[in-house]
């Protein structure tokens, strides 16, 4: 049986974590996990060229079948917010123009399909992913958050779990 594979982004302008997650029924194997990262004092434009670049590369190299990501939510940091904003147009545009399905889950249900509460702390879920993935170390938090990602997406589309499977 041909494994599907599944890219979880969590995104953001300087540190946006990727996770690459081959599965073949319940069981999950990591292909690829890690950051996308944009120094301090790069321009806002020359970030989000990076974001395009990288994301571009990686569906290119790794082909997923889909890619999920984080909706919107609120925050009370309004310049964080819209540059969060920017980062995720940027990522579903890419991958639009790549033809490669966008899917979004909110951060509560992401938490309660990893840890099996929504209201998780950012650590649980480093640590059930390193459990859920048999990984010798916990990966970086927004990689955790990508591979999170990754895991909601499977267990929504193979039945695991009924979350949301209509692509954005």
Known sequence: M?????MGVDTSLRSTGIGILDAVGSVMRPVYYGLIKNARDVPLSACLAHLRAEIESLVTQYTPAAVAIESVFYGK???T???L?????TVIAQC???AIPVYQYEP???KQAVVGFGGAEKIQVQCMIRSLLAL???PPDDA???????????HCHTGIAALSDQPI
Request: aromatic fraction near 0%; glycine fraction near 2%.
């Open 85 to 89: 904003a920017h980062a995720r147009g």
């Open 108 to 110: 509560r249900r992401v």
């Open 77 to 79: 940091n309004v310049k």
């Open 144 to 154: 955790a958050d990508a591979l999170a990602l990754a895991i909601t997406h499977l």
């Open 81 to 83: 917010m819209l540059l």
């Open 2 to 6: 041909e494994p599907l594979r599944v």
């Open 96 to 98: 639009a123009t790549l």
């Open 136 to 138: 010798d170390t916990e």
